[in-house]
Each structure stands twice: as C-alpha cells, then as structure tokens.
C-alpha cells in the first residue's frame, strides 16, 4: 500500500509543473450560497444541476497540458453520454490508504439529448474495512431541482443509505430547502480522553452509527444577508470499530462505552445568522463567510439531552489583486455547549476533519473547541478539461487549536500547533482532491481526501 502512495505522490509531482497559461484575472461574481449548516464537517452537495453535469459534458478541445490529455485519454464516449472512470485514493491517519476507481456515468433523455441522470459506482480498498462498493444517483426533475440517492456497504462495519432533495428555489420564491434521510454507520473515530490533556496511547477506535432525518431551509434576508435554520432528528449509538490495530473503546474505557453504546435520540434545532459574500460556494477565491449560530436540544421535544451549542465561525478568502494565483485563506471557529452531560461523540471534538490535520479525528474531545486555520492557496497551473478547469495547487497551511471544558478555561499555553503543505488538484466547479501533509507535537499525519478544510 505504501508503494501506491508513493507512486500516487511521483505522478502528482510530475502533474504539478504542467504548464499552461498564467490564470486570467477573475471578476468577483455574487454569492449563491445553499444551505450552510453542515459545512464544518462533511463536504457539502453540489448546489445545482450545472455543478453536477460540467463534469461530464465535453467542450471543444482548447490547447492542452500534460494533464488535459491524461483526463481526455481515459475518457470513454457512448452514445448514451460519457464515461470517466476516474482513479480514486484516500488516507487517513485512522484508517490508513484506500485505492479504487470511480467511473462517471451519465445517461441522456432520448427526446431532447438532456442529461436526466448522472450514476456514480465506485470500488475500493482498504485494509481495515476491506472492500467498499458505493453506489451514487444524481437525478433532475428540472433545471433547478435534484435527488441524491446513495447506497454503500464496506465488508467490514461500514453502511450507509442516504437520500438527498434540493430546491433552491421553493415554490418560485428565494427559499432554499434541501431534506435528508439517512443511515450510516462510520467506523473511522477514535477516542482518546476528555481534554487537551489526553494521551496519544489511549487511543480506542469504535463505530459511529447515527438513522435519521435533517432539513435545512435559507431565507434570504437582505444582500449577503441570510437566516439558517437546521432541523434535525437522529437515533445514535456507538459499536466495536474496524481497526484492530489498536484498542477499542469498550475496552479502554468501559465506562464512556457503556453510555454511548446505548441508543440515543438527539432532537436538535439550529438558528444561524449568515453573512456570505464569498463568489463560489465551496471553492471560493475572495469574499467572507461568517455565521452566529445556537443549536438547541429539549428533552420536550423527544430529545433524551438538553442542551445548547453556541458557534462563532469566520472564513475569509483574500484574492491578491483580484488574479486568482494567489489566495490568502483564513478560518475562526469558537464553539462551546451548555447543558446536560453527553456522550462523547456528541461533544465537541478537534482533530483530522474539524481543524488538526496532525491528528486523526477525535483527537481531542470536550465541551468547548478554538480553531484557527491560515493557508496560503497559490494555483500553479491551469488546464482545460471539458467544460471546466482543473488547476494544481500548493497551499503552505498553519492549524491551530485547542479544547476547553468552559470558555473561561481556554488557555493560550493549551494551543496546540500543525504547520503543513497541501498539494491538491482543483476542478472547479466542484471538486477538489488533497494530499495533505502535516506535522507537530502529535507527530505526522499523512491526508489523502477530496475538499478543501473549509
């Protein structure tokens, strides 16, 4: 497994000096923000039927780099539409390296030659969870509307079955809504300990499963200026995890275990109040996001925790003349609950997805987390490819961050510190994968994944 990263990292290397024409200076466009709400920890839905279907939808070939001829060689026409079948890779610090391929289908209404339905199948490999088939359904009743239906069981503990609704324009009016059903089960956390003093060697892995429904609506309150509000309902426990090559945490802590591993029902609602300026809704090059949000859980309205979570979070992107070469990103977030004790992974946590990349996810777990995050995005290339750009990427990062049981506990001298590089290959209007490479007191951490930190 070794081997194929290393060779996944020579054939980066020999993409990223692919030369092509220095990026044209880039207008500011409005922002067209979807729902907000889950953006800290999961990769967000595209946002309409043109960001799923330009990356299947072939223009008229422009003057290529190394890299438009390696995208276009594995490119298979149909008559039906095209079929990329995309190589994929992964690594976590918790799970290790993942390989496969993910082939892109695209299937066309016979009348008009509209693309109806984008099918994206996918095959991998690892070596906790062992084989992992996924399937994934675009479908467009219209322009504007689409379902996501996806489908995925891994040989060992993972599943998920999840279906997805958007509108961002409900009943012809500037509502946006989107409804999620799901079920899933993730056997990647672990958990250490409360606190930022935990220890690495107390590591335990276990699975997170969670069935249950969520929607989120935007209401457009002024220019940049929008209400959130995010309903969710969960049923959630945790079980034995796949890694075998550490503890488990029924094992580790007995105690932790015997709480979390019964079945829980978090009722929660959040209210947030968003200002989005940013030109892109999640590859943005300049412009500020920034959220005040409260999310509430009552034992009144099925919930078994009373709660409260607080956030305040900033993401600001500074566009060095307005070209688009160099990006100065920034990320705030102070989050903090009150209220009832609760399991640990309903907690806030800092690690690999929530602001740490030196660690793997669940690092660090307590009732309050800060998380500061600068990179310096600088595009080295640009090639065309289909209807859309592939760019590589360099991105020198600093994380910072820290855990607090109350926010009058939180402590400078607790900062925990992860500079980095990211090298990544960004195919606007959606995609973007990641090697990450990032190092500190927690030692080295290794990040193979699609998205950007934020």
Do not use: C
Not at 42 to 69: A, N
Request: proline residues 7%; glycine residues 6%.
């Amino acid at each position: 497994m070794l081997k194929r990263l290393l060779l996944l990292a020579l054939a980066l290397a020999l993409v990223l000096p692919a030369a092509a024409a220095p990026p044209a200076k880039k207008k500011k466009r409005p922002a067209q923000p979807g729902p907000k709400a889950k953006q800290e920890l999961v990769k967000p839905e595209p946002k309409s039927k043109e960001d799923i279907l330009k990356t299947v939808q072939r223009p008229v070939p422009p003057k290529e780099g190394l890299l438009g001829r390696v995208l276009n060689a594995i490119t298979i026409d149909t008559r039906y539409g095209p079929i990329i079948p995309f190589p994929v890779a992964d690594s976590s610090k918790d799970l290790g390296p993942s390989v496969g391929i993910m082939p892109v289908i695209a299937l066309k209404k016979k009348s008009s030659g509209d693309i109806k339905s984008v099918i994206v199948p996918s095959f991998s490999y690892n070596d906790n969870l062992r084989t992992t088939m996924t399937y994934r359904q675009y479908i467009f009743p219209d322009d504007k509307r689409y379902f996501i239906l996806r489908a995925s069981r891994s040989e060992r503990v993972e599943r998920e079955l999840m279906a997805y609704y958007y509108t961002p324009q409900l009943g012809g009016s500037d509502f946006r809504l989107s409804m999620e059903a799901r079920h899933w089960v993730n056997g990647k956390p672990s958990f250490y300990g409360y606190g930022i003093n935990s220890q690495r060697g107390d590591k335990a892995n276990y699975s997170l499963q969670m069935t249950g429904e969520e929607i989120i609506a935007d209401v457009p309150l002024i220019k940049h200026l929008y209400f959130n509000f995010n309903h969710s309902y969960f049923d959630k426990r945790i079980g034995p995890g796949p890694v075998t090559t550490v503890s488990q945490v029924r094992e580790q802590f007995p105690a932790d275990y015997a709480v979390a591993s019964d079945m829980r029902t978090f009722h929660t609602n959040r209210l947030s109040l968003v200002y989005d300026d940013t030109d892109h809704p999640f590859l943005p090059k300049i412009g500020t996001y920034a959220s005040a949000s409260v999310l509430y859980s009552n034992k009144a309205l099925g919930s078994d925790y009373e709660y409260r979570t607080y956030t305040l979070q900033m993401k600001h992107y500074y566009n060095y003349k307005e070209e688009g070469r160099y990006v100065t990103a920034a990320h705030y977030l102070l989050q903090f609950q009150r209220g009832d004790a609760l399991p640990f992974y309903a907690m806030p946590q800092l690690g690999e997805s929530t602001g740490l990349r030196m660690t793997g996810d669940g690092r660090f777990t307590d009732r309050g987390k800060f998380v500061f995050t600068i990179e310096e995005r600088i595009t080295l290339s640009k090639t065309p490819f289909y209807k859309f750009i592939s760019e590589t990427e360099i991105a020198p990062f600093l994380d910072v961050g820290t855990v607090f049981s109350k926010v009058s506990g939180f402590r400078a001298s607790d900062l925990k510190y992860a500079p980095g590089v990211s090298a990544r290959l960004v195919i606007r209007p959606q995609l973007v994968a990641t090697i990450d490479l990032a190092y500190g007191s927690e030692g080295t951490n290794a990040i193979i994944k699609i998205g950007y930190p934020f």
